[in-house]
């Protein structure tokens, strides 16, 4: 029973491309999380998806980002135009539908910006 | 605006005695607190949790306590032991749904 996957663990990017990562939820999971860990702080959330529908996506800046979770295949953090200020680990996290359920991490994505 | 605070960025403890980690929270909607704990280059994993009908849950050498009044949390741990050594972090989530909100983290050393 696999756990959340995300890949790559580790992405370097130039100024000016685009980075996708990628996360497969915990199998039977509907609901899938994005956070974001800067250097030395806490956890930010981005935004909150279920399959084919975006719940809540106050926390994604509002350029250059983009997420989706697809009827099939893992959820997408896309973001177009990598600056410095990108570089960050960003975590995935799924859980069941319903109420007052633990969120099960993935590993992470490093993403660093040269 | 940050509605989960965690004050102590760090924290260091003896093996064998306990550790008390503290959690803050300004948004009165919050219904249920998680602790998770992360280990470097991991992703945190849940620790315990906590449902706003109560005011402690234990597992084994964890416990965490809910002071609504004063909108508080803690965790206990104890004893503590060298492999709780660990970045430690609360989160809450609120009735209108599933969003965790997270505190900034405390770092738990545990020396032996």
């Known amino acids: 029973n696999a756990g959340v996957m995300q890949n790559p663990r580790h992405l370097v990017r130039r100024r000016g491309q685009e980075a996708r990562l990628r996360c497969s939820p915990m199998?039977?999971?509907?609901?899938v999380y994005w956070y974001r860990q800067l250097p030395e702080e806490g956890l930010k959330f981005m935004v909150y998806?279920?399959?084919?529908?975006?719940?809540?996506e106050s926390g994604m800046p509002k350029e250059r980002f983009s997420a989706e979770f697809p009827k099939e295949g893992p959820s997408i953090l896309r973001i177009q135009q990598v600056v410095r200020g990108d570089s960050a680990a960003y975590f995935c996290?799924?859980?069941?539908?319903?109420?007052?359920?633990?969120?099960?991490f993935g590993q992470g994505t490093r993403l660093t910006v040269v | 605006d940050q509605q989960v605070k965690q004050n102590s960025p760090s924290l260091s403890v003896q093996e064998g005695r306990i550790s008390i980690l503290n959690c803050d929270y300004t948004?009165?909607?919050?219904?249920?607190f998680l602790w998770y704990k992360k280990y470097p280059a991991e992703g945190p994993t849940f620790l315990i949790s906590?449902?706003?009908?109560?005011d402690k849950n234990e597992d084994g050498r964890f416990t965490v306590f809910l002071n609504k009044s004063a909108k508080h949390l803690s965790l206990h741990i104890v004893p503590s032991q060298p492999g709780d050594s660990a970045v430690y972090f609360c989160?809450?989530?609120?009735?209108?749904?599933?969003?965790?909100?997270f505190g900034g983290g405390t770092r738990l050393m545990v020396k032996p």
């Open positions: 199998k039977g999971h509907s609901h």
């Open positions: 948004n009165s909607m919050f219904d249920y």
């Open positions: 906590i449902s706003s009908i109560k």
């Open positions: 998806l279920q399959k084919e529908n975006i719940i809540d």
């Open positions: 989160a809450a989530s609120a009735n209108a749904g599933n969003m965790l909100t």
């Open positions: 996290a799924s859980c069941l539908l319903g109420r007052n359920t633990e969120a099960f």
